[in-house]
């Protein structure tokens, strides 16, 4: 499948990395790829420059937000949730008319402190920001409430943790599923929460699951649920 | 233990009946006892009126919020998340001095439909809103995150799921995990979170627990953590 990931952080890179491993046609999605080749220095928490992760995976292409975009069949929203949208503006209405968007972004704002509060909550999500932005598109949110490596390696963390998946589209819903389902997510491990509102709940999460974080010291957990 | 039970409902109900049985000294405290002990027709989702479920639990008496509150040694916010705030001022500040308040509320407004809305979120919490609103007392934000059922019985979901507890109190916090013990809580199920400001965290998690609850169809399920 020809998949565009937006981003070039190290969420960005886990998937493309994996998504190519798996067979995929990847391209990376940033706003300016000379200025991704040529950053040099490593990102927050250790995230290598662009330039030497790519220079590990040569089959990734890199590109405008547009061009990668341009001739996807799926598009992955791994930019930081502040800036998705203006990313999303950037790769042009045209580019995303038809497509399947899967946004694993999170609006988490730092600015005032830890534990950080979301840009977007409560009574509106990003997934249904950009789904109004992008009434062509079809917005699928999934994947949000986990750290990177989890996501492209659910057998990592033992037992039956799940990742939540929503969206309006139910072709769209599928495509991602069976993403999933090759990014190693057993079929059960697949939580349907069904539309897209409810990707509310899974962004609000986001604040418990950095506490967690901060408890355990590890980001290498995933939710799970008990039932009788 | 003398235990003020504030809040008639369902959540109310449950958590009462078990301190009793477990042989606390409990008052369940109301706005208005005559009323409470006049009203015969049942609440939402089947909750008994409070005069039958009164009529089978005699040793649990009933009481003002301020009465409820005057001889107990910790009190416990049952009401609904929206009115809270105004139970505890008409509890008095001079019977909440000192003293420990498990807060188990939640802000849930369904007037938007669902998935519901928190009144309070994402910068602040209900449970902070308490703490500043009672400076003395100690406030401790725990099992909010399930059904009331799995609160007084979580052996009733098998597997290792969690209670989260969080507050800025050491002794007020190590009081409540006497209770959750006794309770039924596992010491391994117990997690710390922290202090307050991480309540944002675990009310935040409540319109995914409400989605996942309606897809379910099933109240009985709580959340765990998988780790690697």
Redesign the interface.
Known sequence: MRIAVLGTGMVGQTLAGRLEELGHDVTVGTRDPEAARARATPGESGTPAFSVWHAEHPRVRLATFAAAAEHADLIINATAGGASLGALTATGAENLDGKVILDLANTLDFS?GF?P??SV???DSLAEQIQRAHPTAKVVKSLNTMSCTVMVNPA??????LV?VCGDDAAAKAAVVELLRQLGWAQGAI????GL??A???E??L??????M???G?A?????????
């Open positions: 005032h534990p509060s979301l909550a409560n009574t990592g963390v033992p037992g039956d943790h939540f939580f349907d929460l069904g509102g409810a509310r709940g899974t609000m999460i604040p418990l699951w950095l506490s967690i901060q408890k355990l590890t290498e957990f995933n939710f799970a649920i008990a039932r009788a």
